[in-house]
């Protein structure tokens, strides 16, 4: 691969082949009629080495999945379980992508390059393995808006279009298709150690743990590897339920497949971002009882992470487990703060969780009250000073922000002189696909992503990602 720029800081570690083929199935991708690059991330693509990369050689990587210099010689397919709304399914796994290569980045984190809808693998029961080029459009937009709200999550890195008509039941077909390919911290998941816990494999279980502590979180394990790992699962997750919630992000599908044991939010399906606080609303058509509700994020992912301690329980006692599990909800409180503070402007000061919380309330109780946008609410009060036009509802949170002080120069770029927030309601998100998909007219989504990143430099800078 003599035209591939290696840059010095293109680092490949495909660390995952150290945990043995019970993990995974080496599968092929697709062979796409055609492919057309709607989306490249050189942002992301610079953290990697990756940025350097012609048009042609982007496409040769990530629409025919040409191994990358030193990574996997072959995608794999990983194998887990999972709940999905509390049911155990274990007949999951990657049904319709793969892990392509792993790097390491400057600050010696793994980084883990996965797809969506790059075909069929032997975990995609009766699905096609495609993916549809609204989805594909919808999750870049997402991951876009989340990592500029301070929400740790996956990256979308690349989208392809790949020529083919998907028939779907759920939305008009034909219709177009793509490939994504995903930036993250890695996609073991909850549902990786289900998996192992349903076959009494504890050998390879204590083979996962080593290699998520070395590989994925680069510690070294100590005297209870098990009880240090759930700590920092724990702790992960806990910090994303809080950014969940200051984003007003609903992500749909709080399955246990879908919990990074990173903390890290990835693959979004029926996403929603709340236009009000509504700890009621939902993202998902058939999420019928409400469980993964906006309000009922964080106990939906507490008990997800509970079931990793029950699966942990095959190589650990179960006091150890409990004692880091009933950390979840300080950590979750304290968590709260750093994307609540960076979303208003104002400087953290001296850690005061209590000061912290009540302002949160204070937020909470005036935003239910009045019913008002939640985006405009948090363009208005950057820098923590709420226009004349707040009524006395918002007494207490005025009386709240007096306790901090504005960040130096907030409300100094040109963003905070625009009529209005930078939003990504449902009603936008289709306008977006209807031109794409009406006319190929892909300036919206353009002007989106600028307008989104934009956005993420006023708050201070993109921050959803570690």
Known sequence: MADFPQAPSYVADPAILKLGNAFYDVVEAADFPQTVLRFRNDRAAAEIGLDGLSDDRWLAHFGRFDPLPGNLPQP???RY?????????????????????????????????GTKGSGQTPWSRFGDGRLTLKGGVREVLATEMLEALGVRTSRSFSLIETGEALQRNDEPSPTRSAVLVRMSLGHIR???????????????????VDYCLTEMFNVEPGEDPVAQFFELVVDGTAALAASYMVAGFVHGVLNTDNINVMGESFDYGPWRFAPVFDPGFT????????????????????????????????????????????????????????????RLGLAPGAPDADRDWALKDAIDDALIATR???DRFFFDAFAGALPAGYGPEWDKVRAALAGYAPLPHARAHPYFSDAEPCSMLIDEVEAIWSAIDRDDDWASFEAKIAAIRRMGDALGGQAGHR
Do not use: C, K
């Open 190 to 208: 909850i549902g990786t150690f289900q998996r192992l816990a349903y076959f009494g494999d504890a050998e390879n279980m204590r083979r996962l």
């Open 372 to 374: 008002w946008p939640i």
């Open 283 to 342: 993202a998902a058509y058939f999420d019928h009882s409400g469980l993964y509700a906006y309000g009922r994020q964080p106990d939906a992912i507490l008990w997800n992470v509970a079931q990793l301690a029950v699966s942990l329980r095959l190589i650990s006692e179960a006091p150890p487990l409990i004692e880091r599990l009933e950390r979840f909800e300080p950590l979750y409180r304290r968590h709260y703060a750093a994307p609540l503070l960076r």
């Open 76 to 78: 794999l397919a990983l």
């Open 81 to 113: 379980h999972g709940h999905q709304f509390r049911s155990y399914n274990p007949e999951l796994g990657d049904g319709r992508g793969f892990t392509f290569a792993q790097m390491r980045r400057g600050d010696g984190a793994l980084v883990e390059l």
